[in-house]
């Protein structure tokens, strides 16, 4: 039965990489990155969960006649700041999955 406890080690050590991967998860959930435009006249804040908590819009920038303006650069920097969460993401749990080839992961 030499073959049954290597198996219980690498159950061991898979339950060990679940552990951690949730703690990354928790750890990035808790993260919060900010995507601007226009020069920061625009920014907008998700967290880690790709959740928006906040929008700032500077004064100058709102013109009732050029309202398109205005929504290009709200969307502008929420896709900014998805894709620094999706970076920092990558980043975090790509950790995990060095070495294997793994498609539509990370």
């Known amino acids: 039965m030499r073959g ?6 690498m ?6 990489m679940q552990k951690k991967m949730a703690d990354a ?3 990035l959930a808790e993260k919060r990155m900010e995507g ?11 967290t880690g969960n ?6 700032k819009i500077k004064p100058e920038v709102v013109d009732p006649d050029d309202i398109e303006m205005l929504e290009d650069l709200v969307l502008a920097a929420t896709n900014d700041a998805l894709k620094k969460i999706d970076e920092l993401t ?3 749990m790509g950790q995990f999955t060095k070495g294997l080839n793994l ?3 990370f």
């Open 36 to 46: 601007s435009a226009g020069g920061g006249m625009v920014a907008v804040t998700i």
């Open 103 to 105: 498609p539509g992961m």
């Open 25 to 27: 998860q928790e750890e």
């Open 11 to 16: 159950m061991k050590q898979m339950q060990k």
């Open 90 to 92: 990558a980043q975090t």
């Open 50 to 55: 790709k959740e928006i908590v906040e929008v």
């Open 4 to 9: 049954m406890g290597n198996m219980q080690n």
